[in-house]
């Protein structure tokens, strides 16, 4: 099984500062990567997919990198609605068997 | 819209079997492939399997084969998963969610608004 490992694990941060969480992988995945983000008590939300690729409608401030096995998501002025759990998840496996991180909670300081 | 609406939670005791359906609208049911994940309460995501609507072809993760049934009804646009056996750490909120292709990549959009399955005696 492919294996992903975020860090950190929770986080602290203020309104307006630039944000990094990684996401590494135990094999190369390429750019087969994506991020959700997750408020509580809701379904999570596509932020990220492909590694590099901006949903349509959320915002610019979102921005991963990376490919192989590091992979970043980048948010560069964090605004309120901001603060929740992020999860990367690899989509390489084939046949699928799919795998999330195990989350970065974002926490206002 | 793209909407996947979900069935309301359930309670079930010990080896018991659940069944929960994931209604589908705005979109083209057939052409897309409906992924089944699921949450503990505080924990990360976990995913189960995915059943394309219009072959009927369908995986699982190896940790839920045997006892996790996907299906569809492309009649009603919606899919179902059924989880047999039930034990207290299948307690969880299941998540259907349409997966997108593009190239090869591939990503999940949107999620149902999850369904929470307990299991207690």
């Known amino acids: 099984d492919i294996q992903m490992t975020q860090s950190p694990s929770s986080l602290s941060a203020s309104v307006g500062d630039r944000v990094i969480i990684t996401c590494r992988a135990n094999q190369s995945i390429s750019s087969y990567l994506n991020w959700y983000q997750q408020r509580p008590g809701k379904a999570p939300d596509l932020l990220i997919y492909a590694a590099t690729s901006l949903q349509s409608g959320v915002p610019s401030r979102f921005s991963g990198g990376g490919s192989g096995t590091d992979f970043t998501l980048t948010i560069s002025s964090l605004q309120p609605e901001d603060f929740a759990t992020y999860y990367c998840?690899?989509?390489?496996?084939?046949?699928?068997?799919?795998?999330f991180g195990q989350g970065t909670r974002l926490n206002i300081k | 819209q793209v909407q996947l609406e979900q069935s309301g939670a359930e309670v079930k005791k010990p080896g018991a079997s659940v069944k929960v359906s994931c209604k589908a609208s705005g979109y083209s049911f057939t052409s897309h492939d409906i992924n089944w994940m699921r949450q503990a309460t505080g924990q990360g995501l976990e995913w189960v399997g995915w059943v394309n609507p219009s072959s009927g072809n369908k995986g699982y993760a190896q940790k839920f084969q045997g006892r996790v049934t996907l299906t569809t009804n492309t009649s009603i646009n919606t899919a179902y998963m059924e989880l047999s056996s039930l034990r207290s750490d299948d307690t969880a909120v299941y998540y259907c969610?349409?997966?997108?292709?593009?190239?090869?990549?591939?990503?999940?959009?949107?999620w149902g608004q999850g369904t929470l399955v307990t299991v207690s005696s």
């Open positions: 998840q690899q989509s390489y496996s084939s046949p699928p068997e799919y795998t």
């Open positions: 969610a349409r997966q997108m292709w593009s190239h090869y990549y591939n990503w999940f959009d949107p």
